[in-house]
């Protein structure tokens, strides 16, 4: 029988997000290829995380090891290299996450597998793996195929898969040692520890109401037009990562993959092209408006409200109107 | 340390009107401006950075056409020692897993004790192109990162994961690296600064130079091949409101009372 493997992802005991997204998909999979659905976890101890695994996939292979403890490529890319090599799957799902894209690539290069990365969907046609992904800043979407081969490897989009609702399946955990190429002279790469930056003396996560300023204000010296927006809402200030990366905001006021998550009851993004990365932090906001003076913008296929004008117009008519309302 | 800098010549589509090309594989690019990829301005300007910080060089390459030399120019501007450009008709269609193959030929006869990339170019978004030629260069690598001291044949790196969250490694080196905006600020290039640098190497190679055969390049080297590309369809459309500047504004009011947002 064929195989499907999804590579469990998990950070500091939990399981992230898109460990069930690919389980999501993957049991989709499965089905339309008459496939097993497997889950791999390594790490240290994990028994917990192994038995929540059970309830979405009859089997959970799991590599426990002290020197998995941590993650680094290093050490998951022999364990994994040693099972693709050994059990063959047809595909193998990956999360395209920083633990994905460091880690992927390269197990893919070892073996030639081919791989496709930041998928949003594929199946197969036949033989032929398709998938589809998005290029040029989310403007334009690619259906593509992979090189005919035994086994694929693909990495999927965090947050687009809807994770869905399951009964229990109640599968069986079973424990593999580790290859032998997992040897104690990893010494290549060494995980030190991790490293939390201090949280600033706003917590955007905690605001009702945010108004997100983006690449399109252009100067630093513009952020105050957007501000007076927010504070005319009684909102918080945040923003995209350019922002942060221009030195404009500090850290703690980022949206998004590498930022915070947010979920508001009004996100009102202005001048955000809306990249999946800033996507992912705020589309569970109540309600989205976004300004944009591009109609072609990715943000109006989250947003529920769009505004297609410049925001030097709309925000300061904007901000007078709100003043007036409020009296 | 002598370190390598992958650069990609990008089209800016941010703010740019995108529409798909006659052949349906790929968008008309007559009207598009293009620059270096996001992610290798800040890698490139790391690269300079470390170099006037522990001497040796910085070698710019990509793999493109000629056009790319403005990109290669403007790195060599910002202090690049020297630049080579990769380019050839059998590279066309070459997906990253082959452009990481090119790079790995010509940077395996270079002497480098770092390798920098990008994160993604913000064209294919592959983020795959560094971490496929650390494993064909046999060294080990990372990616996402925000901060790198190298030290005595190590490199300590801060990689960013999700949420703001880091961790922090370590690497022996030769090491690849692939590099997050905002690790610096990259100093701004002027038109002048790149006169001044034409005088400065820049090496052209192709397919012969590099040994690889035409069937290990462009599609049929390559994992995956462009079948279609469209404009995506909208799930979930905005509702676009209109009007002159005043009534939109009355209308988002209007809609945030009705929801007692105000
Ligand atoms: C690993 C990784 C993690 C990342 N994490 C994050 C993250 O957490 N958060 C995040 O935001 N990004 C993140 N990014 C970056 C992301 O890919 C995008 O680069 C970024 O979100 C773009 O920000 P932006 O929309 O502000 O800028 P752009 O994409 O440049 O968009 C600017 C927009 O402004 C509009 N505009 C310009 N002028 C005007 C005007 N006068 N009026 C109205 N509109 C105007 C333009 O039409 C355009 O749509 C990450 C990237 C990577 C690789
Ligand atoms: N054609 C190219 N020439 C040189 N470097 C490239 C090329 N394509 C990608 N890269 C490098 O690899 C990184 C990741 O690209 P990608 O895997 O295409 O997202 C980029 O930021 C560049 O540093």
């Given at each position: 029988m064929k195989e499907l493997l999804v590579l469990a992802e998990h950070r500091q005991g939990d399981l992230r997000d898109i460990t069930f997204e690919m389980l999501t998909k993957g049991r989709e999979l499965s089905q339309a290829l008459n496939a097993d659905l497997t889950v791999l976890l390594l790490g240290h101890n994990v028994k917990g995380i192994a038995k929540k695994l059970t309830d979405r996939a009859k089997r959970v292979l799991v590599v426990d090891d002290e020197r998995l403890r941590n993650f680094n490529a290093e050490g998951y890319q022999r364990v994994l290299s040693h099972l693709l090599s050994e059990r063959k799957p047809l595909l193998t799902l990956v999360g395209h996450t920083a633990f994905g894209v460091d880690l992927a690539p390269s197990l893919a290069a070892e073996l030639d597998i081919p791989l496709a990365t930041d998928c949003i969907n594929l199946g197969f046609e036949g033989e032929k793996l398709v998938v589809f992904r998005q290029v040029y800043e989310g403007k334009v979407n690619v259906r593509a195929s992979l090189r005919k081969s035994e086994s694929y490897i693909v990495t999927l989009r965090p947050a687009t898969f809807e994770i869905e609702e399951v009964k229990p399946l109640g599968g069986e955990i079973v424990e593999i040692p580790s290859p032998p190429s997992l040897s104690d002279d990893m010494s290549y790469k060494r995980f030190i520890e991790y490293y939390q930056p201090p949280a600033g003396d706003v917590d955007i996560t905690a605001a009702d109401i945010i108004v997100a300023v983006g690449r399109g204000i252009r100067d630093v010296e513009n952020v105050p037009v957007v501000e007076k927006l927010a504070k005319a809402f009684g909102g918080v200030l945040a923003c995209s990562r350019p922002i942060v990366d221009k030195g404009w905001l500090p850290s703690d006021r980022q949206v998004g993959a590498s930022g915070k998550t947010v979920k508001p009851k009004l996100y009102l993004a202005v001048g955000i092209s809306g990249q999946f990365q800033h996507i992912s932090g705020m589309r569970s906001s109540d309600l989205i408006i976004a300004i944009n003076k591009d109609s072609k913008a990715p943000i109006f296929r989250t947003a529920d409200y769009g505004v297609v004008e410049d925001l030097f117009k709309v925000v300061p008519a904007l901000t007078d109107r709100i003043l007036e309302e409020k009296g | 340390m002598d370190i390598i800098v992958c650069v990609k010549h990008v089209p800016e589509t941010a703010e740019a009107d995108v529409a798909i090309a006659e052949d349906g594989k790929s968008i008309k690019t007559t009207e598009l401006v293009y620059d270096i990829n996001e992610w290798d301005?800040?890698?490139?300007?790391?690269?300079?950075?470390?170099?006037?910080?522990?001497?040796?060089?910085?070698?710019?390459?990509?793999?493109?056409?000629?056009?790319?030399?403005?990109?290669?120019?403007?790195?060599?501007?910002?202090?690049?020692?020297?630049?080579?450009?990769?380019?050839?008709?059998?590279?066309?269609?070459?997906?990253?897993?082959?452009?990481?193959?090119?790079?790995?030929?010509?940077?395996?006869?270079?002497?480098?004790?770092?390798?920098?990339?990008?994160?993604?170019?913000?064209?294919?978004?592959?983020?795959?192109?560094?971490?496929?030629?650390?494993?064909?260069?046999?060294?080990?690598?990372?990616?996402?990162?925000?901060?790198?001291?190298?030290?005595?044949g190590i490199v300590k790196v801060n990689q960013e994961l999700e949420g703001g969250l880091e961790e922090i490694m370590e690497l022996k080196l030769p090491a690849m690296l692939a590099i997050q905006t905002g690790i610096n600020e990259p100093r701004y290039i002027s038109i002048m600064g790149i006169r001044k640098a034409m005088k400065k190497e820049l090496k052209v190679l192709g397919l012969k130079d590099i040994g690889l055969t035409e069937e290990e390049v462009g599609e049929s080297g390559s994992w995956i091949i462009v079948e279609k590309m469209f404009v995506p369809s909208v799930e979930k459309e905005a509702e676009i409101l209109t009007g002159g500047v005043d009534e939109i504004a009355t209308k988002i009011t209007e809609t945030l009372k009705t929801r007692g947002l105000i």
């Open positions: - | 301005d800040y890698a490139a300007e790391e690269a300079v950075l470390l170099r006037d910080k522990l001497g040796g060089s910085v070698t710019a390459i990509t793999v493109g056409s000629e056009e790319a030399d403005s990109t290669l120019r403007k790195c060599l501007a910002r202090g690049a020692d020297r630049a080579i450009r990769l380019t050839d008709e059998a590279f066309e269609g070459s997906d990253s897993y082959v452009t990481a193959k090119i790079l790995s030929k010509v940077i395996k006869n270079l002497p480098f004790d770092l390798i920098l990339t990008g994160a993604q170019a913000s064209d294919d978004g592959c983020a795959q192109v560094g971490v496929v030629l650390a494993e064909l260069l046999g060294i080990p690598h990372a990616t996402m990162v925000k901060k790198l001291e190298p030290k005595d």
